[in-house]
């Protein structure tokens, strides 16, 4: 699903990013399974899904959730014995992550635009690959001003709080498919208690029970806990406006439990937290630009 999504790619990204400051174990297997989806991908000569991952990846790089040098890797591979598929999917990625890798490593950058260049003169692709290339040369020389790293009100992790994997293309990655497959937890009313506080502390819930008076005549009854701004991402409330109910449906699904995450499954967790939260997440997003 997340993968099918393109048009809100960046978005589910910023979502990852903000998930992954208080759960890196999902920031990190979510990594994982998109350098899985790419390298098979590349090795079925699979366009679609090839560009549809590394434009995932890219976003995770802007977001600070994947190193540069992944980036850098996916690219050079691309272009090393270049294709029209394969140069188009180097020049989507390279659309995406541009801007972030001009920044953070202005040499790597430069060398995957001279491997571009001698591509553009040396090799026999299709006209219509060649006019991409060429674009993508005006485009850097524009600054990647059309496809910014991170549009601002995306921008919602503070650089000190974001954990960032140096995974590479040729790490042995681990899918960790025994964790899409639910498993019972003999305990699961003490970890459930365990990670009620987890939840608490994180979304800053007003503890204790409160009394509102009713309407005139009416019998006093327990207030609703109140949910206070998250420390670690006070840039979410004034740039989407975001209610704090909504930012904790972001954690309310991804609770594993803590013995080896046996309760629940966390790629199902992500994609459940994911269903219900990127619809909101989206059209707040969309509306911000609207205005």
Same mark, same amino acid.
């Given at each position: ?9 960046? &978005? /589910? ?19 994982? =399974? ?11 000569? !699979? ?10 990846? +890219?976003?995770?790089? *802007? ?20 294709? !029209? !598929? ?21 040499? +790597? ?18 006209? =219509?690959?060649? /006019? ?6 005006? &485009? ?18 503070? =650089?000190?709080?974001?954990?960032? $994997? ?15 497959? $639910?498993?019972?937890?003999? !305990? ?5 208690? %365990? ?11 007003? @503890?204790?029970? @409160?009394?509102?008076? +009713? ?7 327990? %207030?609703? %806990? ?5 420390? @670690?991402?006070?840039?979410? /409330?004034? @740039? ?8 904790? $449906?972001?954690? &309310? ?19 459940? &937290?994911?269903?219900?939260?990127? *619809?909101? $997440? ?10």
């Amino acid at each position: 699903m997340l993968f099918r999504s393109p048009t809100f790619t960046h &978005v /589910y990204a910023a979502l990852a990013a903000i998930i992954n400051t208080k759960f890196p174990n999902i920031g990190e297997l979510l990594l994982k =399974r998109l350098i899985l989806n790419f390298k098979r991908g590349f090795k079925r000569n !699979d366009k679609t899904r090839c560009t549809s991952s590394v434009r995932f990846i +890219g976003h995770m790089v *802007n977001q600070q959730v994947g190193h540069e040098v992944l980036a850098l890797e996916i690219l050079t591979l691309l272009l090393e014995n270049p294709t !029209d !598929d394969s140069a188009e999917v180097a020049i989507t990625f390279l659309k995406e992550v541009g801007q972030k890798l001009t920044e953070v490593s202005p040499r +790597g950058i430069h060398a995957i635009f001279e491997r571009l260049r001698h591509v553009l003169h040396e090799s026999t692709l299709d006209k =219509r690959t060649q /006019y991409m290339i060429e674009v993508m040369f005006q &485009v850097r020389k524009d600054g990647f001003k059309d496809n910014p790293a991170v549009p601002e009100e995306l921008d919602l992790v503070e =650089r000190e709080d974001q954990v960032t $994997f140096e995974l590479g293309l040729d790490d042995k990655v681990d899918k960790e498919e025994t964790l899409d497959v $639910f498993k019972v937890d003999d !305990d699961f009313d003490e970890h459930e208690k %365990a990670w009620d506080e987890i939840k608490r502390e994180i979304l800053s819930i007003t @503890s204790g029970e @409160s009394w509102e008076q +009713g309407p005139e005549g009416a019998e006093a009854r327990p %207030a609703q %806990a109140k949910l206070t701004r998250s420390p @670690s991402c006070p840039r979410l /409330y004034s @740039s989407l406006s975001l209610s704090t109910a909504a930012l904790g $449906f972001m954690f &309310v699904g991804l609770t594993p439990a803590p013995d080896a995450r046996a309760a629940r499954p966390v790629s199902m967790d992500f994609l459940h &937290v994911s269903m219900h939260v990127s *619809n909101f $997440f989206c059209s707040k997003w969309t509306a911000a630009r609207l205005l």
